[in-house]
């Protein structure tokens, strides 16, 4: 069930009634935030709030990579995965990372701390290989940096 806050927030961004639907993908990183990710329950929750099926909303949500379809830890690493970014050392960083984070693309650290999970660009080509951690980006990332970058998040 989508709680009354919830219903208000995403109420705030359907700018014309007749169009609630539009208002999916914005609704979907509401309900992200406070949940962590979107389930399927609320999937029909949300496409029943807005006048959609389920079906319509799951294809709206399994197309931006930045909403969850399942769990994820507290922190979602986006490795960029772009060209420019594998010219620049991709593999090197992602190979650092799953070996000190002891988890492979998709996967999630044992303590829930972590998720990495590939990205197709971060828009940052001239300063690769490049990371996202939540909505952090940071560039020109060296493996040798990685543990001053993933000590950020505890």
């Given at each position: 069930m989508l709680s009354d806050a919830l219903k208000r927030e995403i109420e705030s961004h359907i700018h014309e009634p007749e169009h609630r639907a539009a208002a999916c993908t914005e609704a979907l990183r509401i309900v992200?935030?406070?949940r962590g990710?979107?389930?399927?329950?609320?999937?029909?929750d949300i496409a029943e709030f807005l006048t959609m099926t389920p079906h319509e909303l799951d294809g709206v949500a399994t197309f931006f990579n930045l909403i969850?379809?399942?769990?994820?830890?507290?922190?979602?690493?986006?490795?960029?995965?772009?060209?420019?970014?594998?010219?620049?050392?991709?593999?090197k960083l992602r190979d650092a990372l799953q070996k000190k984070l002891e988890i492979k693309p998709g996967q999630t650290t044992a303590d829930q701390r972590f998720t990495l999970i590939p990205n197709q660009c971060l828009g940052c080509c001239d300063h690769g290989p490049a990371?996202?951690?939540?909505?952090?980006?940071?560039?020109?990332?060296?493996?040798?940096?990685?543990?001053?970058?993933?000590?950020?998040?505890a």
């Open positions: 992200q935030r406070e990710w979107i389930d399927d329950e609320s999937i029909r969850h379809r399942r769990p994820v830890g507290r922190n979602v690493i986006r490795i960029c995965s772009s060209v420019s970014c594998w010219v620049l050392g991709y593999d990371l996202m951690v939540n909505g952090d980006l940071h560039r020109d990332v060296d493996p040798d940096r990685l543990d001053d970058v993933l000590n950020r998040y």
